[in-house]
Each structure stands twice: as structure tokens, then as C-alpha cells.
């Protein structure tokens, strides 16, 4: 003769606890944890031995062997090949991430070989490809990067040397070197020799100072027979 009703409690499943509020319901663990024995508690599941990962829940992630030549990762979880592809520095890893192909002419692989990236050499610099690993290098002194190639320095042209003096006009002077022409600035023209530019000058006071500019005698003095100076006026020739 039954005289009460009682409540039945739940057989909780490998992946399941008994929820700590009433006991009578089961709660699912976090991925990858397993209930104690006496399903109160989730705890990590683990695999002890090297070659085995943890297979799916519905079999309590009960430890499975990886296939031959398979290697469990650091987690467990799944079996994969081992990468043991060297690519060179002039290679990135195929999609299949177990061979390698080479990088276009110009690129070269990225820190982790999955890209091939642009060298973006700078305009003074030349592409190396007779290297083991291709790169970037400046052209010595007096060398220029080739326009065509970029992979190889060049002789940097130099200007046609003058025979002689160069033809200077009117308005412009040597240079230093007396190699080329130098336009004189506005107003001003070239002396007689072109080594120098000067002004008009035409003043009964005005001299022409070493620098080739114009300058007019002031108190009382006058241009000495040069007019590349200032002197004083000689009274006493005057009154004679």
C-alpha cells in the first residue's frame, strides 16, 4: 500500500552533474570536462598517453589513438600532421601548409611564410637576386640603380667635359671651375674677364667693389683710377 509520492532523481550522464540547488536535475558540464564519480563535480578531461586525444562527448571524450602519422595537438583535441617543411627565404608554405613554392621575382616571403610580400626597394636601391636570400642594397658611390632591371648599378652618367673656355653671353659669368655659365642676377651684367657680375656703374662717384657689385663714393671721397676703390679727393693737386 503506497501512503506518499516521491520524487525520482535523474541518472545524469559522463558529461553531466546534478545541479547543486535540488539534486534532482543535470546540468551539462563546459566542453571537454567530464562529471566525478559521483556526477557533483566537472573536471577536465585528459589523456595520459603521448599519441592519444580526446574523442567526442557522447563517448565521455574517452581517450582514441591518432592514426599513424598523426600527432595529437597541445590541447587534445583533434590529430593532425606534424609540419616539419623548411621553406627557404625565398619560399612561403603551399595552402596545404606541407610544401613550399617559390616567390615572384620582386617579393619575398613574409615572417611566417604564409605570404609572398613586395621588397619595395627604394629608388636608390637595386634588387639582389644572385643572392642566397634576395634583397634590397644601395648602388656604391657613383653608381646608379639601372632604370630598366633595378638589378644592377650602373656608372652614373657624368657631364660632358668642355674642351676649353665655355661661350658665357653678356649676361652670365664662369663658374669656379670655369666648366659652365652662371646667369647674372637682374640689373647687372658680366665684367670683361666673366669671372664676376656687375651694375651699370656709370656714376662720376660709383666704383665697382671686389665682389662685383656697385658702390658710390660718399664724404668726399671719390674712385681712384681703377674705380675699384674709394679715396680721398687730393685738395692741394686741385689747386695747383
Not at 545524469?12 to 564519480?37: F, H, K, L, S
Not at 557533483?40 to 603521448?50: E, G, I, K
Not at 586525444?53 to 590541447?75: F, I, V
Not at 627557404?88 to 610580400?117: E, L, M, W
Request: hydrophobic share 25%; glycine share 6%; proline share 8%.
Amino acid at each position: 500500500m503506497q501512503r506518499e509520492c516521491v520524487r525520482v532523481r535523474p541518472i545524469c550522464t559522463c558529461t553531466q552533474i546534478y545541479n547543486p540547488q535540488d539534486q534532482y536535475q543535470c546540468v551539462e558540464c563546459p566542453a571537454y570536462q567530464i562529471a566525478n564519480a559521483g556526477n557533483t563535480q566537472c573536471v577536465d578531461a585528459t589523456c595520459a598517453q603521448d599519441n592519444y586525444y580526446l574523442g567526442p562527448p557522447a563517448d565521455c571524450y574517452a581517450c582514441r589513438e591518432c592514426p599513424s602519422g598523426l600527432y595529437p595537438d597541445p590541447q587534445r583535441r583533434t590529430c593532425h600532421r606534424l609540419i616539419t617543411t623548411t621553406c627557404t627565404c625565398r619560399q612561403k608554405f603551399a595552402a596545404d601548409g606541407y610544401n613550399c613554392i617559390d616567390c615572384p621575382v620582386g617579393t619575398h616571403p613574409s615572417h611566417d611564410n604564409r605570404d609572398c610580400v613586395s621588397m619595395n626597394c627604394l629608388p636608390d636601391q637595386i634588387f639582389r637576386t644572385d643572392l642566397a636570400c634576395a634583397t634590397c642594397e644601395y648602388c656604391p658611390p657613383g653608381s646608379i640603380p639601372d632604370e630598366q632591371t633595378k638589378e644592377r648599378c650602373i656608372v652614373s652618367p657624368r657631364p660632358a667635359v668642355i674642351v676649353g673656355l665655355p661661350q658665357c653671353g653678356i649676361n652670365s659669368y664662369y663658374s669656379w671651375d670655369r666648366t659652365e655659365c652662371i646667369p647674372c642676377p637682374v640689373g647687372t651684367t658680366a665684367s670683361a674677364d666673366k669671372t664676376r657680375c656687375i651694375g651699370a656703374c656709370n656714376g662720376s662717384l660709383d666704383i665697382i667693389t671686389s665682389d662685383g657689385n656697385c658702390f658710390t663714393c660718399t664724404y668726399g671721397n671719390v674712385p681712384d683710377a681703377s674705380r675699384t676703390r674709394c679715396v680721398k679727393r687730393n685738395f692741394f693737386l686741385q689747386q695747383e
